[in-house]
Nanobody, 121 residues
Framework: QVQLVDSGGGLVQPGGSLRLSCAAS????????MGWYRQAPGKQRELVAT???????EYVDSVKGRFTISRDNAQNMVWLQMNSLKPEDTAVYYC???????????????WGQGTQVTVSS
């Protein structure tokens, strides 16, 4: 079994910062991409940022220059540093990992439970 546990959300004023954390554990053989998605009320889930095992990154245009993704491959962890937060960043943020599960030898996506980020004055 594989678990992703994400944390770090909260209430912050516009212009503030938050750092999200995610740890993957369990029967993991290898992880390719790890990243963050978000879903605001009434909207579809969207990719925020992702990083492959070799460090290649991708960001949605709306967060470029404000958010930074980082990762520790040895510890199966990923972080999202969010600066200059805006009200439109308000959403539930989900950690995601595309990984090879050891026993089933199957590549698939796994998700964290989500952490709420609210940007409001």
């Amino acid at each position: 079994q594989v678990q992703l546990v994400d944390s770090g959300g909260g209430l912050v004023q516009p212009g503030g910062s938050l750092r999200l954390s995610c740890a993957a554990s369990g029967s993991i053989f290898s992880i390719n991409a790890m990243g963050w998605y978000r879903q605001a009320p009434g909207k579809q889930r969207e990719l925020v940022a992702t990083m492959t095992w070799d460090g290649s990154t991708e960001y949605v245009d709306s967060v470029k220059g404000r958010f930074t993704i980082s990762r520790d491959n040895a510890q199966n962890m990923v972080w999202l540093q969010m600066n200059s937060l805006k009200p439109e960043d308000t959403a539930v943020y989900y950690c995601q990992a595309f990984l090879l599960e050891r026993s089933s030898q199957t590549w698939r996506d796994y998700w964290g439970q989500g952490t709420q980020v609210t940007v409001s004055s």
